[in-house]
């Protein structure tokens, strides 16, 4: 008898051991098991709202070039409206310096339509003659000494800018 109840004791105890063990392992894994979930949907929502707000700043960037486009455009278009261009450029072979220089006056006018267009220029191609708000010159001489690009000869600048169409290339 009495073996029947140490056995039964050893069992109780283990029975007690185990219920014991199992209460403290939900004790200790059940914050662990949420913390990990939690950390989780912390996580997703954090980086939704980071895309969320990259997304907006984009947005935002694209509204901003788009609005300065539309700027150049418009620049692009009073200037080439100008009745004095246009008489410029049907003529561009009989043109004195003074009709140039007038038009150069002319150009500064636009400067003021936009306060981030640092510069512009008019080319005309048959009497190779460029006009800014400031000067005029040639082509060759603008693009070797006032307004160099690096890693680009005076040939390749000519076949890109003045001989090839560049329909809205800012």
């Known amino acids: ?18 219920k014991l063990l199992v209460s403290y392992l939900i004790v200790l894994l059940l914050p662990v098991v949420i913390s990990i979930f ?15 707000s990259n997304t907006a700043m984009l947005e935002q960037v694209k509204d901003v ?22 008489r410029l450029m049907m003529n561009q072979q ?3 310096n003074y009709e ?10 636009y400067q003021t339509v936009s306060s981030y267009i640092n510069d512009y ?3 005309f191609s048959e ?3 460029l006009l800014s708000p400031k000067m005029k010159t040639n082509s060759s001489m603008f693009f070797n000494h006032i307004k160099r690009y690096e890693n680009r000869a005076y040939v390749g ?8 169409t560049n329909e809205k290339c800012y």
Do not use: P, T
């Open 1 to 18: 008898m009495l073996k029947w109840k140490r056995f039964s004791m050893d069992e109780m105890r283990k029975s007690v051991f185990i």
């Open 38 to 52: 939690l950390f989780n949907r912390i996580e997703s929502i954090m980086v939704e709202h980071a895309n969320n």
């Open 65 to 86: 070039l788009d609005n300065r486009f539309k700027e150049v455009e418009q620049l692009s278009l009073q200037i080439s409206f100008d009745q004095k261009l246009d």
């Open 94 to 96: 009989n043109i004195s």
């Open 100 to 109: 140039y220089i007038d038009y150069v006056k002319e150009l500064n006018r």
């Open 121 to 123: 220029y008019v080319y």
């Open 127 to 129: 009497s190779d003659v």
């Open 157 to 164: 600048i000519r076949r890109f800018f003045i001989l090839s």
